[in-house]
Structure formats: C-alpha cells, structure tokens
C-alpha cells in the first residue's frame, strides 16, 4: 500500500528560480531586463541612422534583433516557468548567452568601426552610431556576466 507522505519518485528535480517581481532582482535573472532594453537601443539606433556600410552595420543589425528576440522569449519562458520542463536548461542558459556574448562582442567592434567611418559625416549620425557602439558593449558585457554567473550557480 503506497503511502501519500512520500513524495513521487523523480530524477529531475528543477534549481530553483524566483517567479515573479524577485526574478528582476535575482542575479543572473536580473540581468534578462536589461540585455533586452539595451539590446533594443543598439537595433533602434543603428536602424535610425543613414546605413553607409551595410555589411557591418547589417551584421550588427542581425545580431541585435536576433538576440533581442531570443532573450525576450527566454524571459518570457522563465515568467510562465517554461524552463521547469527541460532538464539541462542551465546548461542551454549559459551556452546561449555565452554565444550572444561573443557574437555581440563582434557586433560591437563592428559597429565602433561603422562609428570611426562615420566621423567624417554628418555629425548627428556620428553620435547616434556612438551611442549605438556604446550599448553594444554594455549589452556585451551584460550577456558575459549572464552566462557566468549562470554556470556558476
């Protein structure tokens, strides 16, 4: 006779991650906002100015809408707890925003170049493209320290 005291027997038992409000504020969960909000500044800015290089600025145009989306989704997923149904989601986490990271990293240099480029032009275009540089590292550094403190928890 099975006893109703015993928890179900289960090979996986999922890391605990805060729902709600405390998954703003909880490293690296804290981190999913801003990747998003910046990464959303880098494609709007690079988007508002006159694309004089395409294939530079046309890499860090993919790279930000692809992660934008990506990490929008994946917040998204922690919000309705999607990840409670896949085991080594730490793993795919950390692998993700470790790739991010790198690929921003080249987006970024990319873009510092299109901003160099750029000096010579209009001056409006040149601080838009430096902001869009500067996001560009912030949203780097953002995706790096993610996947650290992911794999490391």
């Known amino acids: 006779m099975a006893s109703r005291d015993l928890p179900p027997v289960s090979s996986f038992t999922p890391a ?13 969960f804290a981190f999913l906002l801003p990747e998003v909000v910046f990464g959303f500044f880098v494609w ?12 530079l600025q ?16 994946l917040l998204l997923s922690y ?3 999607l ?3 896949i085991e080594s989601w730490k793993v795919l986490d950390s692998l993700y925003h470790g790739t991010t990271g790198i690929l921003y990293m080249s987006a970024a240099v990319l873009q510092v170049h299109a901003t160099i480029l750029s000096e010579s032009n ?3 275009i040149y601080y838009i493209n430096t902001a869009a540089s500067f996001f560009a590292f912030i949203t780097t550094l953002l995706y790096i320290l993610h ?5 490391y928890r």
């Open 58 to 73: 046309g890499w860090v145009m993919y790279v930000s809408l692809t992660s934008f989306l990506i990490s929008l989704l």
């Open 79 to 81: 919000f309705f707890g």
């Open 147 to 151: 996947a650290f403190s992911i794999y």
């Open 44 to 55: 709007v800015l690079v988007a508002a100015t006159h694309v004089a290089n395409p294939l």
């Open 83 to 85: 990840y409670k149904k």
């Open 16 to 28: 605990e991650v805060p729902s709600g409000i405390g998954l703003l504020i909880t490293i690296p």
């Open 122 to 124: 209009n001056v409006r």
